[in-house]
C-alpha cells in the first residue's frame, strides 16, 4: 500500500546517527590516507615554512590533505572547508584527532598555500614518486637479466622504460576576448580611475569622461546580430577615442603628485599601465589592419595570458599557459610551463635529460609526436642510442604488413599521454584555471598534475594488491584441489 503523505521531518534530537561508530575501514580516503607518504610531503612543505618569524604553520598533512580533496573532488577554495567540515571521512584523511564542526581554517588560505609552494614545491611533490618508477624499471630489468641467462647477475643497463612527450594548453578563466570588449573595459576603467583622483579633490570640476555616449556606442555594437567588419572597425575607433581622452585626463590629474607620489595603490597603477598598453596594441592593430600584434593583452585583469595557436578542431586559438609535459609508466611531470607560444620540439633534450636526472638512465625508446622529428632531436636520439618512435625524413617507402603493425603500435603508445590530458581537465580541474595571478595560476596547475600522479600510485598500489590476493586466492585453490585428487587416487586404489 503506497502513502500519499509526506513523512514529517524529525527534529535534529530524535535524528539517530552512526558518528559513535568506528570507520569503515574499506573507504577509499581512508585507503588513500593509509598509502600515502605524508612525512615526505612534510619535508617538502617545511622547507617553504619561514622559521624566523610568525606563528607556527598548519600541520603539513592537512594543508596538503585540504589541496587533495579540492582536486579530486573539483571543488571551489570556498566548498572545501565546509566539505571536510560535514565528512568524518575526510576529516580523518587530513589528520584530525577527532570529529570536529569547527573550521580547519579560512578558505582564503588556499590563495597563500599556492603562494608559499608555487609550482616548484608542487613538482617536487610529485618528484617523490620517481623513485617508484626506478624500482619499478629496475625489477623488470633483473627479471629480463634472469629469463635470459640465470647465471649473469642483473647489472644496470643505460636504456630502460618508455618517455611519452606532448605539449598542452591549459585555459585561464578569462572572457572571450574581442578587441571592442576589451577596449570597452579598459575605458571602464579610466573611468574608476578619473572617479578616484577626482574624489581626492572635490573641490574641482569633474573631467568630462562622456560616459554614457560611450557605454551606448558600445550596446549598439555588440547587441546587433550580424556584425561586419566595418561595424566592429567603427566600433573599436569609437572605443580607442573615449579611451585615449581618458588616459590624457588621468596623466593630466597625476601632474599635482609627481614629488609627493602617486595616490593609486600598487593594483590600481599595475592596471593603468596594463591599460596604457593595451590602447597602443589596439590602436597600432587598428591603423595597420593587423589583427595580431607580439606579447598581445587578452585580458586587462589577468595581463599574463596570452592567445596560443593550436590548430585544434573546434578550437584554433586557447588563452592560458603551454605546458610541455612527460609522460613515464602512468606518471606525467609538467617540464615546462609558459604563458607565451613556443615550439616544443625545443623542449625535447631538456625532457630527455631531466628522464635521466629522475631515473639514473635514459630511455628505451621516446614516442612523440611529428612536430618534434626534426633533425636536431633525431640526432640526438640517435647518438644516446634512443630509438625514435615516429616517420623518417624523406620520402615515405612502402612497408611490410608486419612494419606497418609495429609502427601503428608504437604511434598509438602517444595517445596515452594525451587520455592523461583529457583526465586533467575533465576530473582535476586543469581545463578551466580560476585563479587571478601568474603565481597561484601556476601553483595551480603544478597542484593538478601532483595529486593525477598521486591518484595513479594509489590505482597501481591497489592493482597490484588485488593481484597479489588473487594469486594468493589461485594457490589456495590449487592446494586445495590437489589435496582432493589425491585423497580420491588413494581411496580408489586402495
Known sequence: ??????????????????????????????????????????????????????????????????????????LPDEEVIPEIQENPYLQYFIGLKEFTNDNIFDPSLFVTLRKRLGKSGFNALSETFAEDIKKHEEALQSREKKTKDDDSKPGSPTHRGQLIIDAVVAPQDIKFPTDIDLTSKAREETERLIDFLWERNPGKRKPRTYRQKARRDYLNVVR??????????????????????????????????????????????????????????????????????????????????????????????????????????????????????????????????????????????????????????????????????????????????????????????????????GEGKRKYDLGLIKTKTQVTSESWIASVFFVMNLAHWLRADIFMSLLHLRFISFIDQWHFFKDRFITIYNIRTA
Open 1 to 74: 500500500m503506497y502513502r500519499y503523505t509526506s513523512q514529517k521531518q524529525l527534529t535534529l534530537d530524535d535524528y539517530i546517527h552512526n558518528l559513535g561508530k568506528r570507520l569503515n575501514s574499506d573507504n577509499r580516503w581512508i585507503r588513500l590516507a593509509d598509502q600515502i607518504p605524508w612525512d615526505e610531503f612534510a619535508q617538502i612543505y617545511a622547507k617553504s615554512l619561514s622559521k624566523n618569524m610568525g606563528r607556527p604553520g598548519k600541520d603539513a598533512r592537512l594543508v596538503i590533505g585540504a589541496i587533495i580533496i579540492k582536486h579530486i573532488k573539483k
Open 224 to 421: 546587433k546580430k550580424r556584425k561586419g567588419k566595418n561595424v566592429l572597425r567603427l566600433g573599436r575607433k569609437k572605443q580607442l577615442s573615449y579611451l585615449r581622452r581618458n588616459i590624457r585626463t588621468i596623466n593630466t590629474m597625476l601632474q599635482p603628485y609627481q614629488e609627493t607620489g602617486l595616490p593609486f595603490n600598487a593594483r590600481d597603477l599595475k592596471r593603468f599601465y596594463v591599460i596604457q598598453e593595451v590602447y597602443r596594441q589596439q590602436q597600432l592593430m587598428h591603423e595597420t589592419g593587423a589583427n595580431s600584434v607580439s606579447d598581445r593583452i587578452v585580458s586587462i585583469y589577468q595581463p599574463y595570458v596570452r592567445p596560443i595557436v593550436r590548430g585544434k578542431s573546434g578550437r584554433n586559438t586557447e588563452f592560458g599557459s603551454k605546458l610541455s609535459c612527460s609522460l613515464i609508466d602512468g606518471y606525467v611531470w609538467l617540464d615546462h610551463l609558459s604563458w607565451d607560444a613556443f615550439n616544443e620540439s625545443g623542449d625535447l633534450i631538456m625532457q630527455v635529460e631531466k628522464y635521466r636526472e629522475r631515473f639514473g638512465f635514459y630511455p628505451v625508446s621516446v614516442h612523440i609526436d611529428k612536430i618534434y622529428g626534426n633533425r636536431v632531436n633525431r640526432k640526438y636520439l640517435k647518438d644516446h642510442g634512443i630509438h625514435f618512435a615516429g616517420k623518417a625524413l624523406g620520402r615515405t617507402r612502402q612497408m611490410t604488413p608486419e612494419e606497418k603493425r609495429n609502427f601503428k603500435k608504437e604511434m598509438g603508445i602517444r595517445s596515452h599521454i594525451e587520455g592523461k590530458f
